[in-house]
């Protein structure tokens, strides 16, 4: 069976949130060897302007552009979980799901939305980002946790660092120099939300954002995030 784990699980609210967030350093960490995995809550349905576009059919679109950044990244697997977009909730049944796949792939980092950002933020990203904090502590971690996992064979898992994208406090740089293109060609994939006359323009206003998240570093391009290293 492949990838028996990863070294990275990037957990995404919807489709392009991770492109977003992480794209530069996912395809950073893919050129340096290392494995990365998607998971991906819901499958953004809701996530248009159009009425002539239906829920179902959006989902279809929006998957398929993910596979195709997935693709572009190099990232090794995508994983849809379809939650209803705009639904998600804290319940144990969606922590139980996340924690499976933390224990099932074993990652040294684990990277979400950071669920801290106040006033103005959607919903599901602040539920990933509160549920994936807690799976990974402690309930990955704790053997009594889950009984009924540690049965099938899912033992507990220390995952070493959560780094939160969207961060109001950004405590890391991650230099993306290198693989900025990568990063506007995956969200180039995303057609259904980003629009080919907005292209140019997203681009530009990524590359300044960078610029400025990177201001203080000796490189030149970054994505920020708020990094958590796990030492207990
Ligand atoms: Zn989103």
Redesign the pocket.
């Known amino acids: 069976m492949r990838n028996e784990r990863a070294d990275i699980l990037v957990i995404s ?2 489709p ?2 991770a492109e977003f967030g992480v794209a530069g350093t996912v395809a950073k960490w893919v050129k340096e060897g290392k494995s990365v995995i998607y998971v991906i809550c819901t499958s ?1 349905e809701k996530g248009i302007d159009d009425i002539n576009i239906k829920p179902e059919e959006l989902a279809k679109i929006r998957e398929k552009e993910q596979l195709e950044a997935a693709r572009v990244l190099g990232v090794s697997e995508v994983i849809f979980l379809r939650y209803p977009d705009q639904e998600l909730e804290d319940t144990p049944e969606f922590r139980k799901e996340i924690v499976t796949l933390i224990r099932k792939y074993k990652p040294e980092i684990v990277v979400t939305s950071d669920p801290y950002r106040r006033y103005i933020w ?1 919903r ?2 602040r539920i990933v980002g509160r549920v994936v904090l807690d799976a990974v502590f402690p309930y990955a971690r704790d053997i009594w946790s889950y009984p009924d996992l540690l049965k099938k064979g899912l033992k507990p898992h220390k995952v070493k660092e959560v780094w939160l994208w969207a961060s109001e406090n950004i405590n890391y740089r991650s230099d993306i120099t290198e693989t900025f293109d990568l990063k506007v060609r995956a969200l180039r994939c995303h057609k259904s939300q980003i629009k080919e006359s907005f292209s140019v323009e997203m681009e530009k206003w990524l590359c300044k954002r960078a610029k400025t998240i990177a201001q203080y570093e000796k490189f030149e391009l970054a994505e920020g995030f708020h990094r958590i290293e796990i030492w207990w």
Request: hydrophobic share 0%; glycine share 12%.
């Open positions: 609210p919807h392009d949130d953004g959607h599901d990203h």
